[in-house]
């Protein structure tokens, strides 16, 4: 439902339209001339105003002048008698979203508001992704060469439609891969549908992928779209494949060759337009030999291939995540954003990390949970931790320990840029990088 307010000078005109636009179940206001329309529009605010062009007092392009310097995210459809290539293009020019001739075709008016209705929507939509995306308490650090690389493939395939299969170490984040597939992608204004392939009972798994059916089977009291239906013009991401039914693979492989499905129950063939996007931290290939993986699925899902590196192997970025991620879990907390001690951050950057970025963000949280100021200590850390202490009374090796952690403050401050964690420390940017080999942070 939109808001519109209708100005023109002829009250039948007005009449017609309000009742027009009422049958489409908007809210409608109307004012006959151009100071009417303004008082109107400072009370109060609309979606949308088909303005005449020409109006007792004044012409309607100059309201429409006003409307688009104004804050408030008001869009015009022009409408006039007066018809011209003249008039039209002045009003596309002065950023109507629409032009259209009097008497006015209701259907072309409606289709119209359709469209900046639906524009609306998605631009309210994409608003809302890119709030969630700010809000976000596990970001997607990316300075090391191997994320730089693996970064630089996947925003060259987010470019194409081909099917992806991201591989890693449980933990990685590769959901968020995922995520910057579809952002970076055409079909970022689409919607992103994540489906956990482990959490599917067998025996909804059908269902929950394609749809079913009214009576399709005991429960199904109404038709119900399915995943891939409701990723139309967006991407499906399909997490843990790995887990997916042998008895699921063949219709998956159907639907990712012909983009056609039926629902559970249904007789008619059905066609979406979505991506797939899967991930799995399984060996695939290992499973095809033992027979519970279809080859042929596999290759269809491994067009490209992007593999997620461990945390272990990414370690120069460890305190830029660390740093972002407590930064994200006190917002949620309601409290300041915390501080690492150099220390802490190297005990941190000595860890192997077998659970990934997951391990990390619990680990982060369980220290601000327990940190009575806004510094986090290594007393704060969990005992496994405790291993990686090193009190060795050897000068060399206490130096060492210090530029370690001094590095690793400075990374944490600048959110892992190199550049200007090395001006920080001030020594130059190869410097750092072969500080960062020595203490076998990274590349």
Not at 337 to 350: G, V, W
């Amino acid at each position: 439902m939109a808001r519109v307010l209708i100005v023109d000078d002829d009250e039948g005109v007005r009449r017609a339209l309000a009742d027009r636009v009422r049958f489409w179940e908007h809210t409608v206001d109307d004012a006959p001339d151009l100071a009417t329309a303004r008082a109107t529009l400072a009370r109060r605010g609309y979606d949308v105003v088909l303005l005449d062009l020409q109006l007792p007092d004044g012409s309607g392009l100059d309201l429409l002048k006003e409307i688009r310097a104004g804050e408030a995210p008001v869009d015009v459809v022009m409408l006039t008698a007066h018809g011209s290539i003249e008039s039209a293009v002045a009003a596309i020019r002065g950023g109507a979203a629409d032009f259209l001739g009097k008497p006015t075709d209701f259907e072309l008016l409606r289709a119209a508001l359709e469209r900046i209705l639906e524009r609306r929507r998605l631009a309210r939509a994409n608003r809302a992704f890119e709030e969630r995306e700010a809000e976000r308490t596990d970001p997607f650090v990316a300075d090391s060469e191997p994320m730089q690389a693996l970064l630089t493939l996947a925003a060259q395939t987010a470019r194409s439609n081909a099917t992806v299969l991201i591989t890693g170490e449980s933990g990685t984040g590769k959901q968020k891969l995922a995520e910057f597939l579809h952002r970076e992608s055409a079909r970022a204004k689409g919607p992103f549908v994540y489906v956990n392939c482990v959490a599917l009972p067998l025996q909804l798994v059908d269902s929950t992928l394609f749809g079913h059916e009214k009576g399709a089977f005991t429960g199904a009291t109404e038709r119900k779209p399915g995943r891939f239906e409701a990723a139309e013009g967006g991407t499906a991401f399909l997490d843990e494949i790995g887990e997916i039914a042998p008895e699921v693979q063949a219709r998956l492989l159907h639907f990712l060759e012909t983009g056609e499905f039926e629902r559970v129950g249904g007789t008619k063939t059905l066609k979406v337009d979505c991506r797939i996007v899967a991930a799995t931290n399984r060996d695939l290939e290992a499973a095809i030999k033992a027979g519970t993986f279809r080859e042929d699925l596999y290759w269809r899902l491994n067009v490209i291939a992007l593999r997620m590196p461990p945390l272990r192997e990414r370690r120069a970025e460890l305190p830029a995540l660390a740093a972002a991620l407590a930064h994200g879990l006190a917002r949620e907390a309601g409290r300041p954003a915390p501080t690492f001690a150099p220390r802490t951050l190297e005990r941190l950057a000595a860890m192997d990390w077998p659970g990934n970025i997951r391990q990390l963000r619990n680990v982060v949280h369980r220290m601000i949970a327990l940190a009575p100021g806004d510094e986090l200590t290594p007393d704060l850390l969990p005992a496994e931790t405790q291993a990686a202490d090193d009190e060795s009374l050897d000068l060399k090796s206490a130096i060492d320990r210090c530029r370690k952690a001094q590095v690793l403050a400075a990374l944490a401050r600048t959110n892992g840029n190199r550049t200007r964690a090395a001006e920080l420390l001030g020594i130059q940017r190869t410097h750092l990088s072969v500080l960062l080999r020595k203490f076998g942070l990274g590349d």
